[in-house]
């Protein structure tokens, strides 16, 4: 069993930063798959970026890229998203998301690819 525990949302005006945490429990963090996704109410949960399984590519939905970096740090077990120039639009609840078991190549982005979720922070980006 892995759980996830993010932090760091919170409230910031538009063009201003957050950084997200999520502390993952379990020995082998280093060999999971993490990713960040976000959902709006009414809407589907969306993939925003994510780590190969390899840890040395990362891949990012279009409407972050430039402004969003995720980054780990195995040592201690966490993963983040450094979040700037924040845009009302990114305003959502943000979910990290772990995968412990191999997904089909090119599948970051789909949440069935993964096997356990935290349980989100609120994001809100006022204009």
């Known amino acids: 069993q892995v759980q996830l525990v993010e932090s760091g949302g919170g409230l910031v005006q538009a063009g201003g930063s957050l950084r997200l945490s999520c502390a993952a429990s379990?020995?082998?963090?280093?060999?999971?798959?993490m990713a960040w996704f976000r959902q709006t109410p009414g809407k589907e949960r969306e993939f925003v970026a994510a780590?190969?399984?390899?840890?040395?590519?990362?891949y990012y939905t279009d409407s972050v890229k430039g402004r969003f970096t995720i980054s780990r740090d195995n040592a201690k077990n966490t993963v983040y998203l450094q979040m700037d120039s924040l845009k009302p639009e990114d305003t959502a609840v943000y979910y990290c998301?772990?995968?412990?078991?191999?997904?089909?190549?090119?599948?970051?982005?789909?949440?069935?690819?993964?096997?356990?979720w935290g349980q989100g922070t609120q994001v809100t980006v006022s204009s």
């Open positions: 998301a772990a995968a412990i078991s191999p997904y089909r190549s090119g599948r970051y982005g789909v949440k069935s690819s993964y096997d356990y």
């Open positions: 780590f190969n399984w390899s840890g040395r590519s990362t």
């Open positions: 379990g020995r082998t963090f280093s060999s999971y798959a």
